[in-house]
């Protein structure tokens, strides 16, 4: 795929053939592209990308020769996976509360793939004390702006800000990015995709012990978070988060029994305007118009956070943060030894955390036509 000088501002209406579907990583061409120079071209033209840093520990792990992974090697690259599942959170919800209407198609959207994105930080943790390890999700929790956790996703810089359509491509779309070819060369991408289809091959590898110790079972969103006993199902849990992140490699829709398109798709529905729509020459987004909402404008959280805000907004923000780093703590506690009420008080507590949020990106920024926001820094 050939890189567009498209404003992230102007709708397009792209097509691709089915074949290439998911090698790409940014649906940005007007016309089909022939799959092996989408999958060489979507790295460099992959929304959020910057210069691709040096190797991270995702990609440590995966250069660990299969014979030689083992449990420890699941443990640590499953809380690598805690780590990512909740880094995308934040940033999502920030999107989503920005938006004025709430009963917008789009919040509608974003408030599904925020739910999602718990169920599969939900299955990931479940995962984790199956093999014997425990996510430490405070410590997991992300600075932002900053790159995903663990080299996931090389060179993405993931910020906070309201809503706007540079936002939807820059890191939604960014962070659901569909997986492109994984090799030693550093102009590829490790997407969340691929490394969940590394763990996968790891577990059939090594075939661990499972324990249900420390297992949540729980509704999440419109998942049933429930525990891991066999191979069997690991291999459909892991299938689930792939697919409602990426979809599969041959459509966008998401996993079995849902009727919603995967994450990156339903992002890049809200960044071209329309919805997709499989045509004869393949999928192109010429469905029904999808309206960018109106949003409050929420600046970019600067590195560090807010410096010297005012007195009500730096009320809020450290009541915000101390409020968050509860939520942290209680999903800590839901598995140690909390269990699913210890996972519903920091749902509850998270629903909470919405009416500082919008009230702080309602207060203008002095200087500017911009405003506060949550800054999701836990003290």
């Not at 199902?233 to 041959?250: F, K, L, M, N, P």
């Amino acid at each position: 795929m050939t890189e567009t000088k498209r404003s992230p501002e102007e709708p397009a209406a792209t097509a691709l053939r089915r074949r290439s579907f998911l090698a790409s990583a940014a649906l940005a061409a007007t016309a089909p592209v022939a799959a092996s120079a989408v999958a060489h071209a979507s790295v460099r033209s992959a929304p959020g990308r910057l210069p691709t840093p040096e190797r991270g520990p995702a990609e440590r792990l995966l250069a660990v020769p299969m014979k030689n992974r083992r449990d420890d090697w699941l443990q640590e690259a499953l809380q690598i996976a805690v780590a990512v599942e909740f880094s995308t959170i934040p940033p999502y919800l920030c999107g989503w509360w920005s938006i004025k209407d709430r009963k917008s198609e789009v919040a509608q959207l974003i408030r599904r793939v925020v739910l999602d994105e718990m169920f599969h930080l939900g299955v990931v943790c479940n995962l984790l004390v199956a093999v014997g390890g425990r996510p430490d999700i405070h410590a997991a929790a992300p600075l932002y702006p900053g790159p995903l956790p663990g080299g996931v996703h090389p060179g993405v810089d993931v910020y906070l800000s309201g809503l706007t359509k540079p936002f939807v491509h820059d890191v939604m779309m960014a962070i659901e990015a569909p997986a492109a070819p994984l090799t030693d060369g550093g102009d590829d991408s490790l997407s969340i995709g691929t490394f969940y289809g590394e763990l996968l091959k790891t577990f059939r590898s090594a075939t661990p012990d499972l324990s249900t110790a420390r297992q949540v079972q729980q509704r999440v969103g419109g998942d049933d978070l429930n525990p891991v006993r066999t191979l069997d199902d690991v291999e459909h849990a892991i299938d689930i988060v792939r697919e409602q992140g990426e979809g599969t490699s041959s459509s966008p829709a998401d996993a079995p029994g849902d009727d919603h398109v995967a994450h990156y798709y339903a992002f890049a529905e809200i960044y071209h305007g329309r919805q997709l729509r499989e045509e004869d020459d393949g999928w192109r987004y010429s469905g029904p118009v999808v309206p960018f909402p109106d949003a409050r404008p929420m600046a970019r959280v600067p590195a560090g956070g807010w410096d010297s805000p005012p007195d009500d907004a730096g009320r809020l923000i450290s009541a915000f943060d101390s409020a968050y780093a509860g939520v942290l703590d209680s999903l800590d506690a839901a598995w140690g030894d909390g269990g699913a009420s210890s996972l519903n008080a920091a749902v509850r507590a998270m629903g909470r955390l919405e009416s500082p949020a919008v009230e702080l990106m309602e207060m203008r920024i002095p200087g500017s036509q911009e405003t506060y926001g949550p800054q999701f820094r836990p003290i």
